[in-house]
């Protein structure tokens, strides 16, 4: 039986249960037989690996190495992988380079077949470095399999956090957040945003995401969220009007609750 964790209750009551149980019931994930046997085959031929090619050729490795970047949908997208792993992160004008999903970078750049005259793959402690991902992301996966709001917001917790930290223009953060499909919902959400946010021009949708962050956490920059408050603040948010939207249409009842709502988010 594969692992399926244990989420006893909706919304915000089942997501602070599943943080207070998190780190347990990541280490019950790992010690399956099923877990072990990836670790065990990823750390014993990942070294052995030459070329982007050699590895779209081993479904095992590559499915433990786009796994690890949340890419694991793309398996059967061979050429495409092929691609983005050959042309390396060091021309602008490369295949991941011009994606907006900058997961893609994040997998070329670790293995650096296009950028490194010897693959980073060769190197000690690469498995290390690629495995911890791999079991996180496969915990989200499966969390994602009960309640997909919940996979949304770990993502989230874990790459905006990691997003803010970083150097650069604020803006440039944001294109990041408006170019993942998990952080923008969770945004989007989060911010009342209407379904029909992602249709509109790419530089007004900027606009319009900092004018409501800045209204609900109080500035217009990723930067803030290094801010464990307000990280919080945005998972609890997101979570809450996740579920509203669930279970109410535009009736009398969801307009009660949202007005639930905005005094839980102030």
Known sequence: MSFQPVIPFSGYAG????KRTMATQQATLDSTAAAKRDEAYFRANIGKIDSAEELIADRRLLSVALTAFGLESDINNKAFIRKVLEDGTLDKGSLANRLANKQYQKLSAAFGFGDQLVPLNKLSGFADKILPQYSTQKFEAAVGEQNNEYRVALNAEREIAALATKTGSEDAKWYTVLGSSPLREAFQTALGLPS?????????????????AKSVFGADTISQFTDSAKMEKLVRTYIVRAEIGAV???TSAGSAALKLLSGLVR
């Not at 997501?15 to 599943?18: P, V």
């Not at 946010?197 to 319009?208: N, S, V």
């Open 196 to 212: 029909s946010f992602a249709a509109i021009d790419l530089d007004k949708q900027l606009e319009m995401i900092k004018v409501k």
């Open 248 to 250: 109410n249409s535009g």
């Open 15 to 18: 997501w602070a249960f599943l």
